[in-house]
């Protein structure tokens, strides 16, 4: 009997975090005695939102671009992007010493936008309803003889992602559940690569939006299923299908999923901002809403969480968390 090799090993995420050691921040690991006994279990909240850019999309945007060979990286980078992996790319492409274009949607968060501007890449702009933006970007890189570089879609990037699960366990240890968010699906898939390459009895939770429960449904269906592009204040989370290589991954890897309204994603921005003093974007604060509400059922007694990013300017948090709000 053979047996086949996944397309990302918990040594190519051990490489990544290798490339990784020095360029991207290893970001701390909060606990909480009021968050504890709220949930009844000792949480372990792996704090992205401090990595650079704010987000862990530039572990696996910088990872991939540094394996690039030098004549592809000198002739400059593309990506897609609702905002985190755009920021991501273009500040990789400085780092590099290259240049990045980045197709993002006409209403990305403009603090995204500004901040993908200020690290030096060219945007162009599509209509997340309307637009194929995978599309657009394929022939933007054709056109011009750029490499694109996929929010999820790819194992160096999923590699790199992983590295959030590497560090959280290689400083609290061994954990009973691992709880994340659930995009395109690259955190969660390279996550539960390393966690369950170190700790095959962990489990692994991914959380999506209700309105964007394309994972979910394509996990109960076992084929990839699209939805309706969705609408939710969880924009880094707003995805029709998940993507077949991180599909192929998390059809195998994961425990569950569960969805949270964006209510409740608002109540747990708060709770993130009073009770722990960080900010938290919506996509980020997923994993902490499905904790507060219960929604993971009965907890095991150690849980580690991934806090996603903190991309969210001041105006947006307010109307979003702000007196009068929901």
């Not at 995204?112 to 209509?127: L, M, N, P, Q, S």
């Not at 637009?131 to 570089?149: F, H, K, N, P, Q």
């Not at 590295?163 to 995009?183: K, M, R, S």
């Not at 499905?290 to 990013?309: D, K, Q």
Request: hydrophobic fraction near 40%.
């Amino acid at each position: 009997m053979t047996t086949t090799t996944p397309p990302v090993t918990l040594d190519d995420v051990r490489g990544a975090a290798a490339r990784l050691r020095g360029v991207a921040h290893r970001t701390p690991v909060l606990r909480s005695r009021t968050l504890d006994a709220l949930v009844g279990a000792e949480v372990f909240l792996k704090c992205e939102n401090f990595q650079r850019v704010g987000a862990f999309k530039f572990r696996g945007a910088y990872h991939a671009a540094s394996r690039l060979d030098p004549g592809r990286l000198a002739r400059g980078i593309a990506a897609y992007s609702s905002g985190n992996h755009a920021q991501a790319v273009a500040l990789a492409a400085r780092e590099l010493g290259t240049t990045a274009v980045i197709v993002m949607p006409e209403d990305a968060p403009p603090s995204k936008r500004a901040a993908t501007e200020e690290y030096g890449a060219e945007i162009i702009t599509y209509d997340r309803y309307s637009g194929d933006r995978v599309a657009i970007a394929e022939a933007l890189a054709a056109e011009r003889g750029l490499t694109l570089i996929p929010p999820y879609e790819h194992p160096h990037v999923i590699a790199g992602q992983g590295t959030v699960a590497l560090e959280l366990l290689e400083e609290v240890g061994e954990l009973d559940a691992l709880i994340a968010p659930v995009g395109g699906g690259g955190l969660i898939a390279g996550s539960a690569t390393a966690a369950k390459g170190l700790y095959t009895g962990i489990r692994v939770i991914g959380v999506e939006p209700e309105a964007g429960d394309d994972t979910k449904r394509s996990l109960e269906a076992g084929r990839r299923v699209s939805i309706p592009v969705p609408h939710t204040i969880a924009d880094g989370q707003a995805l029709h299908t998940p993507g077949e290589l991180t599909f192929s991954l998390n059809r195998r890897l994961l425990d569950g999923i569960v969805l949270v309204g964006d209510d409740e994603i608002r109540e747990a921005m708060r709770f993130a901002f009073e009770r722990l003093k960080i900010v938290v974007e919506p996509s980020g604060a997923t994993p902490l809403a499905a904790l507060l509400t219960g929604r993971t059922g009965p907890l095991p007694r150690r849980v580690g969480v991934i806090v996603s990013g903190g991309n969210i300017d001041a105006g947006r948090f307010t109307r979003l968390c702000g007196p009068g709000t929901p």
